[in-house]
């Protein structure tokens, strides 16, 4: 993204430097916004196969909505002080159910 910014705003470099920075934006903008289609769909079918094991710890799939925010956060960087303690504290608690299970 930098090297996009400077090539834009500098006006130095080649057309190639410009056009090679901006598919990379552009790359990783649609990435980041499959990452978050995978999270979000991962995220459901895992809380909702833990609903249906006996177990301390049964999550709601709304905890699917943090996969939605983080791809919201591809856009709008905010959305990234949501997501990640969401997602976090998932994983987290997820963990600890594996471990007490044993």
């Known amino acids: 993204m930098e090297l996009f910014v400077s090539s834009a705003s500098a006006g130095e470099g080649s057309l190639g430097t410009f056009l090679g920075a901006f598919a990379l934006t552009v790359l990783a903008s649609w990435a980041g916004m499959l990452f978050s289609l995978l999270l979000t769909v991962g995220l459901f079918l895992d809380s909702r196969q833990l609903r249906r ?50």
């Open 53 to 102: 094991t006996d177990g301390d710890w049964t999550p709601t799939p709304l905890y699917a909505l943090g996969g939605i925010v983080h791809g919201v956060g591809t856009t709008l960087l905010a959305a990234f002080a949501v997501s990640v303690p969401v997602i976090g504290y998932y994983l987290y608690r997820r963990r600890t159910r594996d471990t007490t299970a044993k």
